[in-house]
């Protein structure tokens, strides 16, 4: 006799979702208790829809857990203007750590606000006219595009198209609104058919990630994203995108069924269906994501397992529609401009250096207070960067001069001094705040590039760019997977290095050396790049080589 298989049990977060759809808990009351310094675990769960995550510093658990909170906005293109900053501003300094952290999906974080400070930020953003609805949780995140400044009449277009999917994709529950504005603690009872008309009673599997790209840039790494839209113009008119699906970079250490993929082009659609398209994207990661293993419930693995064709027919069916072939289309590069630089419309814009995403002011630079006044004395919009950046824009060519001054004075480089691959590195938060993190990143990272920097002098090529990505646990958060160099923490103090991803964002790079200790860094990395250095093909950049020299090294049966 055969015996059944036994169904396998949905996750907790599935069970908390399909119990409270509200996404409620017991968050307005908790708020409000004097007495409680933390929100339940489950309760915790429910925030991250909310845009919160709950921490606690690890620095001091050794005289007990200091709870603290984590505060994402939603900010679509990353785009502010010269009073939502200032709103930012205001609140890291009052409630927060008094600084910004700049994510790698255009977003601004606050970290280390205690409870107490909580409410009163969270209806300070909402006041404002900004959200932090979706910014985490198993739903549709921040819609990233190009930050930098128009250079085609099409391309507001696009920062249109982002904004408008922004928010067709947001969740419609009524207690975000009630908790954090009102005050007021929902009862489930009263909204028991509350049923998400795009989500659902449960909402998604687990996160889904969405950004427009412009050719020839990919600063939105595309291929690293559940939905991407390639724009694809015909002289001075955006026609329509390129649609690929199916990207994602986090994995598990030691889970071969956990891995990085990229997403595959699917086809061709004018833009005005953008909206019904990435709904129907959506709808097919809600109904045939695995609801059971959240390590596997992203849309990739979907893709993985049924293929491209499946997707087409199934996406067909639920827009009414095939898409056209794709388009074509080629992505060259990805990075940021420092410096001043001209806009199409003849104003400035100045993009500025900002070490690991945070905003910060220190003894020799005083980066927050520099922005603040700039921002207050000319009022240029604000962009943020996927690379973790800051771009000021629309600025007049007669304050130019003044806000040199300005930078100036509080320390700031407005010509980016800084060398080039210190210029291209990019690092999550990790320790102290982040309760994922197996090693330090962002903390760790600057120092690691001053050791880098010192073997690429002695290796005679100082001016070599090297894109270059930590993080402190495999999740991939800063993007390492597509670095030509990462660093992926697994252990304290131990990091597996990976190499050959490429300048376009278009090629995963690989494993090269497991649980590499700090010590060990310069015996690792000295020899490697000595080695690029001669053996590489005119004008051949460090992850080129690396496919090229290292890949069939590493694919060798004994490393394998």
Same mark, same amino acid.
């Given at each position: 006799?055969?015996?059944?298989?036994?169904?396998?049990?949905?996750?907790?977060?599935?069970?908390?979702?399909?119990?409270?759809?509200?996404?409620?808990?017991?968050?307005?009351?908790?708020?409000?208790?004097?007495?409680?310094?933390?929100?339940?675990?489950?309760?915790?769960?429910?925030?991250?829809?909310?845009?919160?995550?709950?921490?606690?510093?690890?620095?001091?658990?050794?005289?007990?857990?200091?709870?603290?909170?984590?505060?994402?906005?939603?900010?679509?293109?990353?785009?502010?203007?010269?009073?939502?900053?200032?709103?930012?501003?205001?609140?890291?300094?009052?409630?927060?750590?008094?600084?910004?952290?700049?994510?790698?999906?255009?977003?601004?974080?606050?970290?280390?606000?205690?409870?107490?400070?909580?409410?009163?930020?969270?209806?300070?953003?909402?006041?404002?006219?900004?959200?932090?609805?979706?910014?985490?949780?198993?739903?549709?995140?921040?819609?990233?595009?190009?930050?930098?400044?128009?250079?085609?009449?099409?391309?507001?277009?696009?920062?249109?198209?982002?904004?408008?999917?922004?928010?067709?994709?947001?969740?419609?529950?009524?207690?975000?609104?009630?908790?954090?504005?009102?005050?007021?603690?929902?009862?489930?009872?009263?909204?028991?058919?509350?049923?998400?008309?795009?989500?659902?009673?449960?909402?998604?599997?687990?996160?889904?990630?969405?950004?427009?790209?412009?050719?020839?840039?990919?600063?939105?790494?595309?291929?690293?994203?559940?939905?991407?839209?390639?724009?694809?113009?015909?002289?001075?008119?955006?026609?329509?995108?390129?649609?690929?699906?199916?990207?994602?970079?986090?994995?598990?250490?030691?889970?071969?069924?956990?891995?990085?993929?990229?997403?595959?082009?699917?086809?061709?659609?004018?833009?005005?269906?953008?909206?019904?398209?990435?709904?129907?994207?959506?709808?097919?990661?809600?109904?045939?994501?695995?609801?059971?293993?959240?390590?596997?419930?992203?849309?990739?693995?979907?893709?993985?397992?049924?293929?491209?064709?499946?997707?087409?027919?199934?996406?067909?069916?639920?827009?009414?529609?095939?898409?056209?072939?794709?388009?074509?289309?080629?992505?060259?590069?990805?990075?940021?401009?420092?410096?001043?630089?001209?806009?199409?419309?003849?104003?400035?814009?100045?993009?500025?250096?900002?070490?690991?995403?945070?905003?910060?002011?220190?003894?020799?630079?005083?980066?927050?207070?520099?922005?603040?006044?700039?921002?207050?004395?000319?009022?240029?919009?604000?962009?943020?960067?996927?690379?973790?950046?800051?771009?000021?824009?629309?600025?007049?060519?007669?304050?130019?001069?003044?806000?040199?001054?300005?930078?100036?004075?509080?320390?700031?480089?407005?010509?980016?001094?800084?060398?080039?691959?210190?210029?291209?590195?990019?690092?999550?938060?990790? =320790?102290?705040?982040?309760?994922?993190?197996? &090693? /330090?990143? #962002?903390?760790? %990272?600057?120092? !690691?590039?001053? +050791?880098?920097?010192?073997?690429?002098?002695?290796?005679?090529?100082?001016?070599?760019?090297?894109?270059?990505?930590?993080?402190?646990?495999?999740?991939?958060?800063?993007?390492?997977?597509?670095?030509?160099?990462?660093?992926?923490?697994?252990?304290?103090?131990?990091?597996?290095?990976?190499?050959?991803?490429?300048?376009?964002?278009?090629?995963?790079?690989? =494993?090269?050396?497991?649980?590499?200790?700090? &010590? /060990?860094? #310069?015996?690792? %990395?000295?020899? !490697?790049?000595? +080695?690029?250095?001669?053996?590489?093909?005119?004008?051949?950049?460090?992850?080129?080589?690396?496919?090229?020299?290292?890949?069939?090294?590493?694919?060798?049966?004994?490393?394998?």
């Amino acid at each position: 006799m055969i015996k059944p298989v036994p169904e396998k049990k949905i996750s907790h977060n599935e069970v908390l979702k399909q119990n409270d759809p509200l996404l409620a808990g017991q968050l307005a009351a908790t708020l409000v208790d004097p007495d409680a310094d933390r929100f339940s675990n489950d309760d915790g769960q429910f925030l991250k829809f909310h845009g919160i995550y709950q921490q606690d510093d690890r620095d001091k658990r050794r005289t007990g857990k200091q709870y603290m909170f984590m505060i994402r906005g939603r900010i679509p293109s990353g785009i502010l203007t010269a009073d939502q900053y200032k709103v930012y501003d205001d609140l890291a300094s009052k409630y927060a750590n008094n600084t910004l952290r700049l994510t790698s999906r255009q977003s601004i974080q606050f970290h280390g606000v205690v409870k107490t400070g909580l409410g009163p930020l969270m209806r300070s953003i909402n006041e404002a006219l900004m959200t932090t609805l979706a910014a985490c949780g198993d739903v549709s995140r921040n819609v990233m595009a190009p930050a930098c400044p128009i250079t085609e009449s099409w391309m507001a277009q696009v920062h249109s198209d982002s904004k408008l999917l922004s928010d067709a994709l947001l969740p419609t529950t009524p207690s975000y609104h009630s908790i954090w504005v009102e005050g007021v603690q929902l009862d489930l009872a009263d909204h028991a058919d509350h049923d998400d008309p795009l989500y659902g009673k449960t909402y998604l599997p687990r996160k889904f990630k969405t950004a427009f790209a412009v050719p020839p840039l990919n600063d939105v790494d595309l291929f690293t994203q559940c939905l991407g839209f390639i724009a694809i113009a015909d002289g001075t008119k955006l026609t329509g995108y390129n649609l690929t699906v199916g990207g994602g970079l986090g994995m598990s250490h030691n889970n071969p069924n956990t891995f990085p993929r990229k997403a595959d082009v699917i086809g061709y659609l004018a833009r005005e269906e953008v909206e019904k398209v990435a709904k129907g994207v959506l709808t097919i990661h809600r109904d045939f994501g695995d609801r059971t293993d959240r390590k596997r419930a992203r849309l990739k693995y979907v893709m993985e397992e049924k293929g491209v064709e499946w997707f087409r027919r199934e996406l067909a069916s639920r827009i009414g529609f095939k898409l056209g072939e794709a388009r074509p289309f080629e992505f060259t590069r990805q990075g940021d401009r420092f410096g001043w630089h001209s806009q199409a419309d003849g104003r400035q814009f100045l993009g500025l250096f900002v070490e690991t995403g945070r905003i910060k002011d220190t003894e020799k630079i005083q980066l927050k207070t520099a922005i603040r006044k700039v921002v207050d004395t000319h009022g240029p919009e604000v962009r943020l960067t996927p690379s973790q950046n800051i771009l000021m824009v629309n600025i007049p060519s007669e304050a130019v001069d003044d806000i040199n001054q300005i930078l100036e004075e509080h320390g700031v480089a407005t010509t980016h001094a800084k060398s080039p691959v210190r210029s291209a590195t990019m690092a999550c938060p990790a =320790l102290p705040t982040c309760g994922l993190a197996l &090693a /330090e990143s #962002e903390r760790y %990272l600057p120092g !690691l590039i001053d +050791r880098i920097e010192g073997l690429l002098e002695s290796s005679a090529i100082p001016q070599e760019e090297i894109i270059i990505r930590m993080t402190g646990c495999p999740n991939g958060c800063a993007r390492p997977y597509m670095a030509e160099l990462a660093f992926v923490g697994r252990a304290p103090g131990k990091y597996n290095v990976y190499v050959g991803g490429n300048e376009a964002g278009t090629r995963l790079n690989k =494993l090269y050396q497991q649980s590499v200790k700090d &010590a /060990e860094m #310069e015996t690792v %990395l000295g020899p !490697l790049l000595k +080695r690029f250095t001669l053996e590489r093909q005119a004008d051949e950049r460090f992850g080129d080589w690396s496919a090229r020299s290292l890949w069939p090294e590493i694919e060798k049966p004994e490393n394998s």
